[in-house]
């Protein structure tokens, strides 16, 4: 199959699907099982939040569905198209295409400002970028910090620098690791805001958290326990997906 070509299987709502992934670590004759047969789709307009103790898998869970590390088993599809199983420069691609990710350490390259941060991954993409640099950088907060390097940035600021990364090509999943997990309350509440307001937008959101406001704005809750995962299907509806949480 083409690497850009589309898989009609599923529903055209479920626009990140992961299918009995597993992950196994070994170092001499150990063997560690982090992932083992995890399932679960994200629709779009949806947002997923992933919770469980330390260790549980969360962290290797995004990784596979970011492309940015390889299942043992099972695959990963993005709008229909799949990442995993792939050569590192095919997942890079899909990734830039399709994928948005924010990680713990916030994205930022410390030598670029914060506007040139936002711009490499356009660049590296190629053509006309969806949203200017400038504009997604307002969106978040940030029009007089244009200039400013990371390291001049508060923690509140830096997190929302990151999002904008994160959406510099509007993807069409956004994935999260611990995305407020340094903030103070108002802060948290504002990327939060943010990252509903994709999802709105129509963008699929998952967010690794152990944070309990992120549970709160999340339509479904999945619970990762030693590498299996249980929580709601996906709702039919928006309105299903409210009553999920409550």
Known sequence: MP???????G??????????????????EEETLALRGV????RRGETVAVVGPSGAGKSTLLACLAGLDEPSGGEVRVSGVRISHRPETERARLRARHIGVLLQTRNLLPHLN??????????????RPPVPAETLLAQ????GRTRALPRELSGGELARA??????ANAPAVLLAD???GELDGETEQLVLSLLRDRATEGCAVLLVTHSAEAVRVADRVI???DGRATGAPPPHNREEAHDVVG
């Open 140 to 143: 978040v907060g940030l029009t």
């Open 178 to 180: 611990e995305p407020t």
């Open 11 to 28: 529903s055209a709502h479920e626009v990140l699907t992961a299918r009995e992934l597993y992950r196994f670590y070994r170092a001499g």
């Open 3 to 9: 690497v850009d070509s589309y898989d009609t299987r």
């Open 162 to 167: 990151g999002l904008a990364v994160a959406l």
């Open 223 to 225: 619970t990762l326990t």
């Open 114 to 127: 914060v506007l040139d941060n936002v711009r490499l991954p356009q660049r590296a993409q190629g053509g």
């Open 39 to 42: 399932s679960l789709t994200v």
